[in-house]
């Protein structure tokens, strides 16, 4: 390679959405999550200066390219591009034609990474053929060995995530070979769920493109947070908690947050005060306060930066977030809950 070439970072996103008929109540709705990921992938590739290229697929029983690997700067929104349909839900065939057309961009020069994200509100149906009436599944044998092949044969700079409506959805979206990391639920029914699913996607977004700046090209755990941030970034931007004014504690078992709490000599449970440590999935919500604590010693840093610095910029609503794994730090989520179970081997803050 030349010395003098710019080796720069191109981030190539696909994104794969249900337009079947099931569908139609959640149009407007689906328009607004897919516009917040992609105003997402726009500030934070200004910010740090990648190239990020945006490809659209919609899908019932056919699948279907609507915008093709498109400066995400230029894209027009989703409103007029798409369109729900009365078909079935083609999801498996949709993600291979996805995957299979993002194998043919030419890689030599720059540093390329692949984001494919599918949105469904349903399960497979169609691939191979509708079989919404004659109930024949046969013939999905074939599609269930081409998607488990074709996704456990992904290169390391391939990230593959979908965003499902329920738990089954999600043990499906396992059994096909999306990693448990990448799998999202989101609930189109609600108003709720649907600010959720924005919050979620935005910060994935911006998950994405930072741990690029790490030199992360591709992640099995995508909807985590916390994972590509430093202690530098977080002395920077967060402003530090007195050492007086909080305690951690330990938690050696699972148990509810309020009798944990008094069980302490010189602190008593007060609400608002406690922060539980981020670990599985949770909801965190847009009045949540968040901190983080450097694991070596013990220092808590927090302000209105830190919900930026963490989940992205931006993002108003609640997130539907996990810790991801950083060996210098730890995401604490503020607590309003009298009877919140508390997870073993984790720690609580208390704000004295």
């Known amino acids: 390679m030349s010395a003098n070439r ?7 996103v696909a994104l794969v959405v249900d337009c079947s008929g ?36 919609s899908f019932d029983h056919r699948v279907e390219n609507l915008v093709w690997d498109m400066d995400v700067k230029h894209l027009p929104s989703m409103r007029g591009l798409y369109r729900v349909n009365n078909g079935a839900t083609a999801l498996i065939e949709a993600s291979l034609k996805s995957l299979d057309d993002l194998e043919h961009i030419w890689e030599e020069y720059g540093e390329h990474s692949f984001l494919q994200i599918v949105v469904t509100d349903g399960e497979e149906n169609a691939s191979g053929g509708d079989r919404r009436h004659d ?26 995530a979908i965003l499902v409506p329920n738990s089954l959805a999600k043990r499906t979206a396992q059994n096909y070979g999306f990693p448990a990391g990448n799998i999202a639920i989101w609930d189109a029914d609600s108003q709720e769920g649907v600010e959720e699913a924005i919050g979620t996607v935005r910060a994935a977004a911006t998950s994405f493109l930072r741990a690029r700046e790490k030199g992360v090209r ?6 985590a947070v916390g994972q590509d941030i430093s202690v530098d970034q977080v002395r920077a931007h967060l402003e530090p908690v007195p ?33 539980y440590q981020l670990g599985a999935r949770a909801q965190v919500q847009p009045d949540k306060e968040v901190i983080v604590v450097e694991k070596d010693t013990d220092r808590a ?5 830190a919900r930026s610095l963490l989940f992205g910029s931006g993002i ?3 997130v539907s977030v996990k810790a991801g794994n950083n060996p210098k730090l730890e ?18 803050l208390i704000m004295l």
């Open 218 to 223: 591709g992640t099995k755990n995508l909807f």
């Open 135 to 160: 109930g024949d599944m046969t013939i999905l044998g074939p599609w269930l060995d081409r998607i488990a092949a074709k996704m456990n044969g992904l290169a390391g700079h391939w990230t593959s």
């Open 301 to 305: 840093y927090t302000g209105d930066a």
């Open 243 to 275: 050492a007086a004014m909080y305690r951690l504690l330990k938690v050696d078992k699972e148990v509810e947050i309020r009798p944990f709490v008094d069980s302490h000599p010189g602190v008593t449970y007060e609400r608002g005060a406690c922060f």
């Open 331 to 348: 995401v604490y989520v503020q607590s309003r809950s009298v009877n919140r179970k508390l997870k073993p081997n984790t720690r609580l």
């Open 6 to 12: 710019i080796q720069h970072k191109v981030n190539h």
């Open 22 to 57: 099931s569908m139609r109540p959640h149009q407007s709705q689906l328009v607004r999550v897919v516009d917040e990921f992609v105003a997402g992938l726009k500030a934070e590739s200004d910010s740090l200066g990648h190239e990020t290229r945006i490809s659209l697929y």
């Open 316 to 318: 108003q609503g609640t």
